[in-house]
């Protein structure tokens, strides 16, 4: 089950199989609730050692850039087209039309909590299978002002009316993320978009510095002010959104030896930016190609858009007189 507890500005849930006592505002209690993140985390040298040598996120690549020298150049003039839908005269009902080769292959079933499966295998499925991901690019700071910036895989934008985001922090060796911690220390950050012009800088600020050591400075992308949050906005993003933390949940019950909390951070908006000319005039939609987003794929891979399609979404009304299966089904409906 769920505890809940207000902790300063948010909503913070630990989610176990026992409940948790609310502990009173400035009691001993609350003071521990405010790191028990960090404490569980920052296990025994010899758990946390035994963990990194199976967690294997991070892949050996080799020599990289003897293989990268090999490939086409990048081309940054490549523009975005659009071209028709894939299936242009699919008709209601028709499923996917390629004649049955879709339904060809079977499925094969997997318990991601299987004893002999190990974790990697999940998170080398998950990333694969759910591409692509957008880049969540955040830009943090701790209680004593120190910076921090560093793009996340599991981010995606969930309501319009609030604004709402959420990010995941997955379970690591040792002590959690920086940015989780900095989040749940200050519940304040910016969410930074990213273009192909920036990817190179984006990928170094993942590297794992030291705590209190700015990625900004790796990475040498500049700061821009934000108007209602502490951290500092990336300049060179197209889209930069100052939010704050309502909602914290922590997954204690799968917490393993020698490594952290893996926790979900929901944020809500508090203040949208946007780079003149690349938006339209009343800046509710942004130009496609001023974006240009790059998108995580699986393994290290990224993708670019070079070629988009449109849909329409349909009335029922409208299509009903040209579908004779709509006008079945809509002759078949229930009563109210």
């Not at 940054?76 to 028709?94: A, D, L, M, R």
């Not at 991601?112 to 969540?136: C, Q």
């Not at 959690?176 to 170094?204: F, P, Q």
Request: hydrophobic content about 30%.
């Amino acid at each position: 089950m769920a505890s809940k507890r207000t902790i300063g500005r948010f909503i913070f849930q630990t989610w176990n199989s026992k409940p948790i006592s609310t502990p009173r505002i400035g009691s001993p209690s609350l003071n521990r609730l405010r790191m028990s993140s960090t404490a569980t985390a920052v296990a025994s040298e010899a758990e946390t050692a035994a963990a990194q040598k199976s967690y294997q996120i991070v892949q050996d690549t080799g020599n990289f850039d003897e293989i990268q020298a090999k490939r086409p150049d990048f081309d940054h003039s490549k523009p975005i087209e659009v071209t028709k839908s894939p299936n242009p005269n699919w008709e209601y009902g028709q499923g996917v039309p390629d004649n049955g080769a879709s339904l060809a292959q079977k499925h094969h079933e997997i318990d991601p909590y299987a004893s002999d499966r190990p974790m990697i295998n999940n998170y080398r499925l998950l990333i694969s299978g759910i591409a692509p991901r957008p880049v969540g690019f955040l830009s943090t700071v701790n209680p004593k002002g120190e910076k921090n910036l560093s793009p996340f895989s599991y981010f995606q934008v969930i309501d319009h009316d609030p604004p709402m985001f959420i990010v995941g922090f997955s379970s690591r060796p040792g002590r959690v993320k920086d940015t989780y911690r900095n989040l749940r220390e200050t519940g304040e950050c910016v969410i930074n978009t990213v273009s192909e012009n920036m990817i190179e800088a984006v990928n170094a600020s993942s590297i794992d510095a030291p705590y209190g050591v700015s990625e900004w400075d790796v990475s040498g992308l500049h700061e821009a002010p934000s108007r209602t949050v502490k951290p500092s906005r990336v300049a060179e993003s197209v889209f930069n959104i100052e939010g704050k933390v309502v909602d914290i949940k922590e997954f204690t019950d799968h917490q393993q030896p020698g490594m952290s909390l893996a926790a979900t951070v929901l944020i809500k908006a508090t203040r949208f930016w946007v780079k003149e000319g690349t938006a339209n005039e009343d800046y509710s939609h942004i130009d496609l190609e001023k974006l240009r987003p790059v998108g995580q794929l699986g393994g290290m891979s990224y993708g670019r858009i070079t070629s988009t399609f449109e849909h329409p979404r349909k009335k029922w009304s409208d299509e009903v007189p040209k579908s004779d299966i709509l006008a079945k089904l809509d002759d078949g409906k229930p009563e109210k």
